[in-house]
C-alpha cells in the first residue's frame, strides 16, 4: 500500500467523511465513483479540507475533481477555480463560504435540468435515463418544484403551482391530477380546497429528516434511512405506521445534533421569509408604477383593479355573481 493509499485509509477511519469528500479520495485514488457528489455548503466543504489536510498531496491535484462527467464534474471544476476564496472564506466566515458555494453552484445546477432544490441543503438530483430527456425539457422538474411549493403552502392550488413552475392552466391541471394519481393530493378538502395527503406530508418530512442527519454525521442519505428502518425493524410494506415509526426514528436519531439542525432551519425558514418580503414589496412598488404609468396615458386605475380582480376570478363565478347582483337590483327597483 502506498503512503497515500495509508493515509486516505486513515483519514477513513476517522468518521470526518461525508459524500463530496469520499467522492474526491475515491476520484482522486483512481477508483470508480458510482454515485458522485459534490460540496453544497461550509460543513461539506469542511469535510473536504479534511480530507486536504490528512493528505497533502490531493491538494494539488483539486483540479482532476472537473474530470468527473456531467453537471458534476462542471461544478467541481467550478469550485476548483475558487478554492482559495472559499477557504479563506471558510476559515473566517462559513455563513459567507456557504452564501459564496450557492452561488457556484446555482446557474450549473439550473443548466443541467437535473437538480431541483428542495429547502435548507436538500436537492433532488435528477437520474440521466430516458426519462430524464423528458426530465431534462422542463415536466418533471416543474412537478417536483409545484410538489414543493405545495408542501411549503399546506394546500394545492393552481396559483402556488402557476407561480412555482410559470406553466399554463391546462398544465396545472396535469400537475394535480399527476398529484392526486400518486397519492400526494386528496381529491377534495375543506371549502372544496385540494389537500396534501398525510402520505406526502409524512414521506417529504421523512426526507428532510434524513437529509438533515447525513449531513451532521457525514453518512450517506441510504444508509441513514436503511439504518434507521433496522432499528425500528420496518420491511418495505409495512403500511403507515411504518412511515409514522420512520418518522419518529429521524426524530430520535438526531440525538445531540438537534438544536444545531434546528437553529439551521429556523434561520433557513427566517431569511426565506425575508427574501419573500422585499420581492413582495419590490413587486408591489412595479405595480404601482405600472398604474402610474397607465394613469399618465388616460387610463383609470381604479377601473383597471377590478378588472384585475375579475379576470383572477373564476368565470362562473363572476356569471354566479353577476346573476345575483342582478336580481337583487331588479327586486329594488334598479334594473336597466
Same mark, same amino acid.
Not at 129 to 144: D, T, V
Not at 225 to 230: E, G, I, Q, R, Y
Given at each position: 500500500?502506498?503512503?497515500?493509499?495509508?493515509?486516505?485509509?486513515?483519514?477513513?477511519?476517522?468518521?470526518?467523511?461525508?459524500?463530496?469528500?469520499?467522492?474526491?479520495?475515491?476520484?482522486?485514488?483512481?477508483?470508480?465513483?458510482?454515485?458522485?457528489?459534490?460540496?453544497?455548503?461550509?460543513?461539506?466543504?469542511?469535510?473536504?479540507?479534511?480530507?486536504?489536510?490528512?493528505?497533502?498531496?490531493?491538494?494539488?491535484?483539486?483540479?482532476?475533481?472537473?474530470?468527473?462527467?456531467?453537471?458534476?464534474?462542471?461544478?467541481?471544476?467550478?469550485?476548483?477555480?475558487?478554492?482559495?476564496?472559499?477557504?479563506?472564506?471558510?476559515?473566517?466566515?462559513?455563513?459567507?463560504?456557504?452564501?459564496?458555494?450557492?452561488?457556484?453552484?446555482?446557474?450549473?445546477?439550473?443548466?443541467?435540468?437535473?437538480?431541483?432544490?428542495?429547502?435548507?441543503?436538500?436537492?433532488?438530483?435528477?437520474?440521466?435515463?430516458?426519462?430524464?430527456?423528458?426530465?431534462?425539457?422542463?415536466?418533471?422538474?416543474?412537478?417536483?418544484?409545484?410538489?414543493?411549493?405545495?408542501?411549503?403552502?399546506?394546500?394545492?392550488?393552481?396559483?402556488?403551482?402557476?407561480?412555482?413552475?410559470?406553466?399554463?392552466?391546462?398544465?396545472?391541471?396535469?400537475?394535480?391530477?399527476?398529484?392526486?394519481?400518486?397519492?400526494?393530493?386528496?381529491?377534495?378538502?375543506?371549502?372544496?380546497?385540494?389537500?396534501?395527503?398525510?402520505?406526502?406530508?409524512?414521506? !417529504?418530512? !421523512?426526507?428532510?429528516?434524513?437529509?438533515?442527519?447525513?449531513?451532521?454525521?457525514?453518512?450517506?442519505?441510504?444508509?441513514?434511512?436503511?439504518?434507521?428502518?433496522?432499528?425500528?425493524?420496518?420491511?418495505?410494506?409495512?403500511?403507515?405506521?411504518?412511515?409514522?415509526?420512520?418518522?419518529?426514528?429521524?426524530?430520535?436519531?438526531?440525538?445531540?445534533?438537534?438544536?444545531? !439542525?434546528?437553529?439551521?432551519?429556523?434561520?433557513?425558514?427566517?431569511?426565506?421569509?425575508?427574501?419573500?418580503?422585499?420581492?413582495?414589496?419590490?413587486?408591489?412598488?412595479?405595480?404601482?408604477?405600472?398604474?402610474?404609468?397607465?394613469?399618465?396615458?388616460?387610463?383609470?386605475?381604479?377601473?383597471?383593479?377590478?378588472?384585475?380582480?375579475?379576470?383572477?376570478?373564476?368565470?362562473?363565478?363572476?356569471?354566479?355573481?353577476?346573476?345575483?347582483?342582478?336580481?337583487?337590483?331588479?327586486?329594488?327597483?334598479?334594473?336597466?
Amino acid at each position: 500500500m502506498t503512503e497515500t493509499a495509508q493515509r486516505v485509509a486513515a483519514w477513513r477511519e476517522t468518521g470526518r467523511t461525508g459524500s463530496s469528500s469520499k467522492t474526491m479520495a475515491a476520484h482522486l485514488m483512481g477508483e470508480t465513483v458510482p454515485s458522485p457528489s459534490y460540496p453544497h455548503d461550509a460543513a461539506d466543504f469542511g469535510r473536504c479540507l479534511a480530507l486536504l489536510d490528512a493528505v497533502p498531496e490531493f491538494r494539488a491535484r483539486i483540479g482532476e475533481m472537473a474530470e468527473l462527467s456531467g453537471y458534476v464534474g462542471e461544478v467541481w471544476g467550478a469550485l476548483a477555480e475558487n478554492w482559495a476564496t472559499l477557504e479563506e472564506l471558510h476559515g473566517q466566515m462559513p455563513e459567507s463560504c456557504t452564501t459564496a458555494m450557492k452561488a457556484i453552484l446555482k446557474p450549473i445546477e439550473e443548466a443541467s435540468g437535473r437538480v431541483v432544490r428542495l429547502g435548507g441543503n436538500a436537492s433532488l438530483h435528477l437520474p440521466d435515463n430516458p426519462l430524464g430527456n423528458m426530465m431534462k425539457e422542463g415536466m418533471e422538474i416543474s412537478y417536483a418544484a409545484a410538489v414543493k411549493a405545495c408542501v411549503d403552502a399546506g394546500e394545492v392550488t393552481h396559483t402556488i403551482i402557476q407561480r412555482a413552475t410559470g406553466l399554463n392552466t391546462e398544465m396545472q391541471a396535469q400537475i394535480i391530477q399527476r398529484m392526486t394519481k400518486d397519492g400526494l393530493v386528496e381529491p377534495t378538502g375543506k371549502n372544496g380546497k385540494l389537500l396534501l395527503t398525510k402520505k406526502a406530508i409524512q414521506a !417529504i418530512g !421523512i426526507a428532510d429528516k434524513v437529509q438533515e442527519i447525513a449531513e451532521a454525521t457525514g453518512k450517506p442519505a441510504a444508509q441513514v434511512l436503511d439504518a434507521a428502518k433496522k432499528a425500528v425493524g420496518i420491511g418495505h410494506n409495512s403500511g403507515e405506521k411504518a412511515v409514522d415509526k420512520q418518522e419518529e426514528m429521524m426524530n430520535q436519531a438526531k440525538g445531540t445534533a438537534e438544536g444545531e !439542525i434546528s437553529g439551521q432551519r429556523l434561520k433557513s425558514f427566517i431569511e426565506r421569509v425575508e427574501r419573500l418580503e422585499e420581492e413582495k414589496r419590490t413587486l408591489g412598488e412595479d405595480v404601482r408604477d405600472v398604474y402610474s404609468e397607465a394613469k399618465s396615458q388616460g387610463f383609470e386605475p381604479k377601473i383597471m383593479r377590478k378588472i384585475v380582480a375579475l379576470r383572477r376570478s373564476n368565470l362562473e363565478k363572476r356569471r354566479e355573481e353577476q346573476e345575483i347582483l342582478d336580481l337583487y337590483m331588479a327586486a329594488i327597483g334598479m334594473a336597466e
